[in-house]
């Protein structure tokens, strides 16, 4: 029964970290991050997988703080970052399990780098990269849904690159490209 409603927990996890990819504003994203993580730790500690579900906790932590961030010293010096990478280091020496609990540390202190930054393409990058190392510990652990669900966000998150980043990027270039190009139409015409 622990393993129907873990992933019925996962699937809600996901679900949110789709919706938080495909966010244009950094408060939105870390807003639907918030329930992603509190649906994760469900699902982890269902399955038993605690290195996973601890850091679930730090990361919603992570996220109210990172959430918060201001001008003031603790998050100008970068005080907030370093106190959340030492305290997903301590935890997973703690829960260590194997070769599994490597993957949900990177994952989280990579994604703590780059969500720390205010660009929201960073932190899209990220949670590739962030995506990327969950779907192997999901493999590992047993937490199926999430494997699919994470393979989905991954996939969402790749387009949001291409449809925020990317195809602006282009279309920018494509403006400027066409700006140029009248310009010269115009000085041709006065000679």
Known sequence: MN?????????LANISLVLSNSQKTRKKILFFLVFNNIFDFLQYV???????????????????????????????KYIALYLIIIIHLIVTIFTFNGIESIFPLLASVFYAIVLYQDK????????????????????????????????????????????????????????????????????????
């Open 46 to 76: 269902l399955l038993n997988a605690y290195t996973g579900a601890f850091t679930s906790i730090i990361c919603l932590f992570r996220t109210y703080l990172f959430n918060k961030k201001n001008n003031s010293f603790f998050f100008k």
């Open 120 to 191: 929201t393409k960073n932190i899209r990058i990220g949670s590739c990269i962030m995506s990327s190392m969950w779907i192997i510990y999901n493999s590992i652990v047993g937490a199926y849904v999430s494997v699919i669900t994470e393979s989905i966000a991954l996939i969402s998150c790749l387009i949001a690159i291409y449809r925020f980043d990317i195809k602006k990027k282009k279309q920018v270039i494509d403006d400027n490209t066409k700006v140029i190009e009248e310009e010269k139409q115009e000085s041709y015409e006065y000679i």
């Open 3 to 11: 393993i129907i409603f873990a992933q019925i927990s996962a699937l």
